[in-house]
């Protein structure tokens, strides 16, 4: 279409995800949802109340609550051993989401390279692109998605601006190690390059692993833009309220993007934040416990209907299961008939896997994996991943397993 020609490329460019594109199947056949990342159990209250009051309150206008800056700042150095000064070093802003748009745009030209490690959330891709930058893919290896160093040195050029770093990660669940970290944090140094951190997991680790911010290894929180949210640490995905933490010079710059185009973040929802972060250390075990339990229940529902269950998450809330051996079909049709079959929806991995991942020298065989893997969400209730675990099982007690 003529008009087509008005869009910009990355408009384009872009199509729905596969999500997208099963949500009207499985809403048909009232799926139970395993797909999209965000709990669907209530927030604490003593959150839900704060916000109520500050809307009662009338802080309902533009706002910068410094209160935020000041926790998080608190938080890092608790952490991490990270001093950082919560006047100019942090930026509050819509999410984690815009504040790795509005850091994209505050570091990319036009043609700059960045790195990012696949699979991964696909927005990193998006943000990049929009910011005039080129994304460059650097393979995690299955089933444990290791970091091949061989593969990181290649990636890197003359171009290349910065790296993406996501851990705990989405969709795999992989916690970065010590060593894995070290090797980043070298290239960066080596290469004289930017990074990006994506934290929103911070909190959510199980089997007594420990998240580790690449800022806190040495000479890395000069290059180190730390980007979190409230989101997943307290049930409240859609209060949008996140933050970068930056050294001034960077904040600066993504502290004005941020307010060109957004201004602020939601007011009632910044004062909330205020009794969100300021919660006790039992709330965050009684988040890893809870969730640890959860992903167990997952792991071994999963176990028991024909997945191969290799790598156990070791952070996030996501399981990335590959398909059962002997199964013929494609992660997109696997996922229809596991909406149509046993009305559970989960999220096809081929989205989170990028085609220039693709080598020429690689055999199909080898790149086979990117159509493979099943994405499950488990930031749901009890009663939620039960019915998921009744419908999948009475599926293989039926002998009509998936094929």
């Not at 384009?12 to 499985?26: D, E, F, N, V, W």
């Not at 890092?76 to 006047?87: A, N, Q, R, S």
Request: overall charge negative; some cysteine.
């Amino acid at each position: 279409m003529a008009e087509m020609e008005k869009l910009s490329l990355v408009a384009k460019a872009l199509t729905p995800s596969p999500i997208q594109q099963l949500s009207y199947l499985a809403q048909r056949y009232n799926a139970i949802n395993l797909a999209e990342g965000f709990p669907d159990f209530p927030a604490p209250p003593h959150i839900k109340n704060a916000a109520v009051s500050a809307i009662n309150s009338d802080f309902n206008q533009y706002r910068h609550v410094q209160g935020i800056c000041d926790h998080v700042a608190r938080k890092m150095k608790e952490m991490h051993g990270l001093d950082v000064d919560p006047l100019t070093d942090i930026v509050i802003c819509c999410g984690q989401s815009e504040a790795f748009a509005a850091t994209m745009f505050a570091i990319v030209d036009q043609g700059d390279e960045v790195i990012i490690f696949d699979p991964s959330y696909e927005t990193y891709e998006t943000c990049i692109r929009l910011a005039g930058g080129v994304p460059v893919h650097v393979a995690l290896e299955p089933p444990n998605w290791t970091l091949n160093l061989d593969k990181l040195k290649k990636s890197f050029t003359v171009k290349t601006k910065a790296i993406v770093l996501n851990s705990p990660h989405n969709p795999t669940g992989k916690v970065f190690t010590k060593d894995e970290l070290e090797i980043i944090a070298g290239a960066c140094q080596t290469w004289n390059i930017l990074a990006i951190t994506d934290e929103v997991y911070e909190h959510i680790t199980f089997d007594k692993e420990s998240h580790i911010s690449l800022a806190s290894l040495p000479e890395m929180q000069k290059r180190t833009i730390v980007t979190s949210s409230l989101s997943k640490t307290f049930s409240v995905t859609g209060w949008r309220i996140g933050w970068a933490i930056a050294p001034a010079w960077i904040a600066s710059a993504v502290r004005n993007i941020h307010i060109r185009i957004t201004d602020s973040a939601p007011a009632p929802f910044q004062e909330a934040a205020l009794t969100a972060l300021s919660s006790p250390p039992a709330y965050f075990d009684s988040l890893r416990s809870d969730y640890e339990s959860k992903r167990d229940c997952a792991v071994n529902m999963l176990a028991e209907v024909g997945f191969k269950m290799q790598f156990k998450p070791k952070g996030s809330f996501f399981v990335f299961a590959p398909l059962p051996e002997n199964c013929t079909l494609s992660d997109v049709e696997f996922v229809e008939e596991l909406i149509k079959q046993a009305g559970v929806v989960a999220v096809p991995g081929c989205g989170f896997f990028h085609t220039t991942l693709c080598e020429e020298n690689s055999s199909p065989a080898a790149l086979s994996y990117q159509r493979r893997y099943i994405r499950f969400a488990f930031c749901k209730s009890e009663d939620t991943l039960a019915a998921a675990s009744r419908k999948l099982s009475k599926l293989v007690d039926d002998g009509r397993g998936i094929k």
